[in-house]
């Protein structure tokens, strides 16, 4: 899946500049004018591997793992593979949609697999990406070999999801009856260069991953990688997106017939233990990997370089 660049006579700086724009700001028009975004990463020979990001998110958010400690390119050079992170609907470069579901963003990235000649291929996805990863494997079984997931959710926000909620909760619950609210919120939020560290106690996270972004840098890095690139075009897409969570998916989860990997660590509180045992209970291909003192953040810095390595099966893969 070859990508060009036409800037092959600019000076090295320069062409570097320009292609990095160039690979994370593309596009292509769906049949109903809207725009899908989308970046690419890694050896353009690669082995195509579909990623969904959190929310609110971008397809910038792979970039995180650099401030995580990884080298991304790196990783996915050893692994031989071509990373295609894609915009939602109203998020990043995407062109918002007012009917847009789980399903219709499969029909999407359908397209979009098309356009760039994929015939199959498997996806990755980490938090909010969870529904999407399970809609496209359920819509397009000829177009999905494998799924991963990392602390990703598995089933819509009913009264027992939210009670085991984090902090988190709060911005669902906005997104579900008031949201105005969470549109203004979001909007003060992106127009805010953060200046100091946010004292632990206010996050909500564990201290695994609240030492992932201590740093100003990394936390200002989170920030501009996922819900203001997200919000790059306006909240609307953002709360849309929130809203969809506190329905039902619109499909079975329990038809899916790829294997489903699923990664949680028992410290996450982001994304509580029920989307891993709904996993484990629905899905009889699931592959379960489970991690102690691990949390969201920290899961995605670890689940990430496993997921690569499972599927290019350059390593034993086994239940945990």
């Known amino acids: 899946m070859p990508v060009s660049n036409p800037m092959t006579n600019f000076v090295p700086g320069l062409a570097h500049l320009y292609y990095n724009f ?15 975004g989308f970046a690419l990463y890694g050896p353009a020979s690669g ?16 970039l995180l793992l650099q401030e995580f400690g990884h080298n991304l390119e790196a990783l996915l050079l050893r692994a031989h593979v071509r990373l295609i992170a894609v915009d939602r609907p109203g998020m990043g470069l995407s062109t918002f949609n007012p009917d847009g579901s789980f399903l219709s963003f499969a029909d999407d990235v359908a397209i979009l697999a098309h356009q760039l000649f994929l015939d199959q291929c498997p996806v990755l996805s980490w938090s909010g990406g969870g529904p999407y990863a399970l809609a496209v494997a359920h819509r397009c079984p000829e177009l999905i070999s494998k799924v991963a997931i990392i602390a990703g959710i598995s089933r819509y926000f009913d009264a027992p999801v939210f009670r085991q909620m984090g902090i988190n909760k709060w911005y669902f619950r906005m997104a579900k009856f008031s949201p105005w609210l969470l549109q203004r919120t ?80 028992n410290l996450d509180s982001s994304v509580s233990v029920i989307h891993a045992e709904t996993i484990e209970k629905e899905i009889s291909s699931a592959i379960m990997h489970y991690r102690n003192g691990e949390g969201h953040l920290s899961m995605f810095q670890k689940g990430f370089p496993e997921a690569l390595q499972i599927f290019l099966n350059k390593s034993a893969v086994t239940a945990s």
């Open 47 to 62: 082995a195509p591997l579909l990623y969904f990001h959190g929310s609110p998110s971008s397809r910038l958010e792979p």
């Open 22 to 36: 160039y690979v994370y700001h593309q596009t292509i028009t769906l049949p109903d004018q809207r725009k899908l």
């Open 186 to 265: 979001l909007g003060v939020l992106c127009s805010k260069k953060l200046t100091r560290p946010i004292p632990e106690r206010l996050t909500g996270f564990p201290h695994i991953d609240y030492e992932l972004i201590r740093d100003v840098k990394h936390l200002n890095a989170l920030a501009n990688l996922t819900y203001k690139e997200a919000c790059r075009n306006g909240t609307t897409g953002a709360v849309y997106e929130a809203r969809l969570y506190c329905r039902e998916f619109g499909f079975p989860i329990a038809d899916i017939r790829q294997t489903v990997h699923y990664w949680w660590g």
